[in-house]
């Protein structure tokens, strides 16, 4: 799975902090799992997901900056500890959707904290 896309040179730069908010928005949101437990795991994600576009999105399109920034980071935070336990105590099928989940959360934790620069 693409979770981020390069430059028109090729080459991937995150030297702008932008440039996470941009691989954030371009990213594809992980599917969910039918094993219960995992699902919740993607339900979670998808309510942090949402958080931080509360957030960044009024700021790209109208210049908006009102950043809920220690409920965001807390929470982006649990969530990744959350899913790091769940990898470590999952069997190999699982593990692969897990990670896609732990990557889609450091992507939002990427952006997030790109948007707290920008807006500072």
Same mark, same amino acid.
């Given at each position: 799975m693409i979770w981020a896309r390069s430059s028109l040179s090729g080459i991937h730069d995150m030297m +702008?902090?932008?440039d996470p908010i941009e691989a954030w928005r371009q990213c594809l949101f992980p599917t969910g799992s039918s094993i219960e437990s995992i699902d919740s #795991? +993607?339900?979670?994600l998808a309510l942090a997901d949402s958080w931080v576009a509360e957030d960044i999105v009024p700021f790209l399109e109208r210049g908006m900056y009102k950043p809920d920034a220690d409920t965001v980071t807390n929470q982006l935070s649990k969530l990744e500890v959350k #899913? #790091?336990?769940a990898i470590e105590a999952s069997d190999m099928n699982e593990k692969g959707i897990l990670t896609s989940y732990l990557n889609y959360c450091e992507i939002l934790e990427a952006a997030y904290s790109a948007f707290l620069t920008i807006g500072s």
């Open positions: +702008h902090p932008q #795991l +993607h339900a979670e #899913l #790091l336990r």
